[in-house]
């Protein structure tokens, strides 16, 4: 073997290396719509893919206001068919009564998008244009808000409702470095590797947010024991059944442990709560989730684990 062959199964073998080193790095990182979103007090993420293949025949038809209905016609692009992944920030607010309430969102929608479609809706209803990044960011007026969107690629989309820009212009830069298998938001820098492993939808940091009212969270009808800024990491898996998977990191064991008997507590009621409810989907799914609900305290963490019915996805 001469010297240039050498030469040439070394350069080979290098790049064979680096190319295995970059899949495996990849393969441990978020998804890039996540690693695109902007700093945020938490994040939600959803991959409607895998849901939408295996679960087609337990979703039922959507049913939507003729204005909803117009709209999906006029941009082209129908949730429910077309939506692969959803990643969303949130950020909290500093004025809940303002027009975002307690929390504003950033958004990246990947999916199959009728670019042209949709730019023309923009174009038609954009009160303001900005160039960026060299993108378009189209400024779209909403219920006194101001809605920001700018198509990022053929298969995706940024949306704000952040009062500034500086929302969607952080990822758009970030979109710049989607290559780099870690860059994202130092919350998924914290908190991503304790999210389980093929999760198809999950949320870090303080998810609860949406939910706050009155510096409590409430969900179904319930208040729950955690306030609005406790950091949650949150995942939905299909291990046979849907598996939902709560933690919540308190800020001490002795908290844990108190939060943990709270849920626990909350939980024993809501089921006594729902024995008379009447024969139906949702009141049956409900039950069934109360059902096998089980609370533990981890140290300073806080986990509820519970099945879910597929009924849940209609």
Do not use: C
Not at 27 to 46: F, H, T
Request: net charge positive.
């Amino acid at each position: 073997m001469n010297r240039r062959t050498r030469r040439t199964l070394l350069i080979v073998a290098a790049v064979l290396i680096l190319l295995a080193v970059a899949i495996f790095l990849r393969s441990k990182a978020p998804p890039e719509a996540a690693r695109l979103l902007p700093e945020s007090d938490g994040i939600v993420y959803i991959n409607l893919k895998p849901i939408r293949t295996f679960f087609h025949k337990q979703v039922a038809p959507p049913t939507r206001a003729p204005e909803y209905q117009q709209f999906i016609n006029a941009i082209g692009i129908d949730p429910e068919r077309d939506l692969d992944q959803a990643a969303i920030a949130l950020h909290r607010m500093d004025n809940p009564a303002g027009p975002n309430g307690p929390v504003a969102y950033s958004m990246v929608l990947v999916g199959k998008l009728r670019g042209k479609q949709l730019a023309d809706w923009l174009n038609a209803h954009a009160a303001a244009r900005e160039e960026y990044a060299g993108k378009t960011i189209y400024s779209v007026p909403s219920e006194n808000r101001t809605v920001r969107v700018a198509q990022i690629g053929y298969d995706m989309v940024a949306v704000s409702n952040y009062p500034t820009a500086e929302k969607i212009h952080a990822i758009l830069d970030r979109h710049r470095t989607a290559a780099l298998p870690f860059s994202g938001s130092s919350l998924l820098d914290r908190h991503y590797r304790e999210v389980p492993l093929l999760s198809l939808a999950w949320g870090v940091g303080q998810i609860g947010l949406p939910f706050s009212e009155n510096g409590a969270i409430s969900v179904l009808g319930f208040r729950l024991p955690l306030e609005p800024n406790a950091t949650i990491i949150a995942s939905l898996r299909w291990t046979g059944s849907l598996r939902l998977r709560v933690e919540e990191i308190a800020p001490s064991e002795a908290k844990a442990m108190q939060q943990a008997a709270a849920v626990a507590t909350l939980v024993t009621l809501a089921r006594s709560f729902t024995l008379p409810l009447g024969e139906n989907a949702a009141n049956n799914g409900l039950k069934e989730f109360l059902k096998t609900a089980t609370v533990e305290q981890k140290r300073d963490r806080v986990v509820v684990t519970a099945a879910l019915p597929g009924s849940v996805l209609q």
